[in-house]
């Protein structure tokens, strides 16, 4: 006698994700490449052994060649690792634990950061700062993106960060908008992070912080590049104009190059705003312009239409309005015409149509 248990026909199971992936790292990510990380990391929690890249583009329908460029994308985010590579097909992939991940990279930043723990600042140097006319912009801005006041160990917190991370005003706002518009993430600790890896690549300033994210294909770079195509050095974008953004981007398909072709002429409006160039960009995505060459022609074929119409108006002068008018009268009525201004012609010279002699007096009347 023997006891078994009848095997499961349909994986009903779980996959648990860590948040830090679905949070940080899926937003950004192609969505192919979200799906093969997906499927692998599954295959890699069941500890199935007879799986390959040529299972997983079968499985998800797609070519061996999205797989592959997946895993090169999700090694160059640090989020796993290709060991044992034979060719560039096969290879073990090792899943990196993000939480682990996340701790040596957060806390390490922290307990390496110039910031001392008893670092105090007191009453009177918040007051200072604040007195500080960009700090205070910074402070109003950082409590509208937070929706409430920003506490008084909180302003300690932001004015000590910026004394130790050499932070200016500008850039600490941007790392607050970076965690809480585009993370969705409001935790102090997790913004101080942010803060202190920006001080460890060297971000000082706009330019280099879209640099700095550009390279990690963060959506925020594309915020940073058109808030100062738009000139809001003194404002951060809203999360309805982030929206309004990915729509040109993710729907419309526009081109960074096409974007900021449209704002180029932002400096010569008093108060630009992202509605109005989004009016621009409806029509230009209606009437099918992705680049600028289709910008050209429209301008070489609005030309020639007005050329045509040009064209097309009929010119007048005195002779046409004359010839206008004979076509109006009848062969008569232009005999009569013509009689009658003969008339007073003669008129003039004291003579008479009457008679036999009307052809030698006007002959005369003609001498």
């Given amino acids: ?15 648990p994700i860590e948040n830090i992936f679905i949070t940080d790292y899926m937003p950004i990510a192609d969505g192919t490449y979200v799906k093969v990380y997906l499927l692998g990391y599954k295959y890699a929690k069941d500890k199935q052994g007879n799986f390959n890249n040529e299972t997983i583009a079968r499985n998800l329908k797609i070519p061996l060649s999205d797989v592959l460029n997946a ?3 999700w090694e160059n985010e640090g989020i796993i690792v290709r060991r044992d590579i034979e060719d560039e097909y096969n290879y073990i992939v090792e899943f990196v634990n993000l939480k682990q991940l996340y701790i040596d990279n957060v806390y390490k930043h922290i307990s390496n950061s ?40 909180e302003k300690q917190k932001i004015v000590s960060w910026m004394n130790n991370y050499k932070m200016k005003p500008e850039i600490m706002t941007q790392a607050f ?33 879209v640099e700095y994210l550009e390279k990690r294909n963060d959506r925020f770079s594309v915020y940073s590049r058109i808030s100062k195509s738009l000139g809001f050095n003194n404002r951060i974008l809203t999360e309805a104009e982030m929206k309004t953004i990915d729509k040109w981007i993710d729907e419309m398909n526009f081109s960074m190059e096409m974007i900021l072709k449209c704002l180029e002429n932002s400096t010569k409006i008093s108060n630009p705003n ?6 621009i960009l409806n029509k230009w995505h209606k009437k099918g312009y992705k680049t600028i060459e289709d910008l050209k022609n ?8 007005e050329n ?5 108006i009929p010119k007048t002068n005195k002779f046409h309005n004359f010839e206008q008018k004979i076509k109006n009268y009848s062969e008569q009525e232009l005999e009569q015409i013509v009689k009658k201004r003969l008339n007073k012609k003669l008129d003039k010279f004291g003579l008479s149509t009457s008679g036999e002699e009307e052809g030698v007096k006007v002959e005369k009347a003609n001498n």
């Fill in 114 to 153: 110039p910031v001392e723990k008893d670092d105090y600042i007191d009453n009177d140097e918040l007051i200072n700062s604040n007195r500080n006319a960009d700090n205070k912009k910074m402070m109003e801005e950082i409590e509208e993106m937070f929706g409430r006041p920003v506490k008084i160990n």
């Fill in 1 to 15: 006698m023997n006891f078994i248990l009848q095997e499961q026909k349909i994986d009903l199971g779980d996959t």
């Fill in 177 to 209: 908008s970076y965690c809480i518009n585009n993370k969705k993430i409001k935790k102090f600790s997790y913004i101080e992070s942010v803060v202190s890896s920006w001080y460890d690549e060297g971000v000082c300033d706009v330019e280099s912080m």
């Fill in 274 to 279: 992202i509605n109005y160039f989004d009016s």
């Fill in 308 to 312: 045509k119409k040009i064209k097309q």
């Fill in 298 to 305: 429209d301008k070489k074929e609005t030309k020639s239409d």
């Fill in 71 to 73: 895993w090169i994308y």
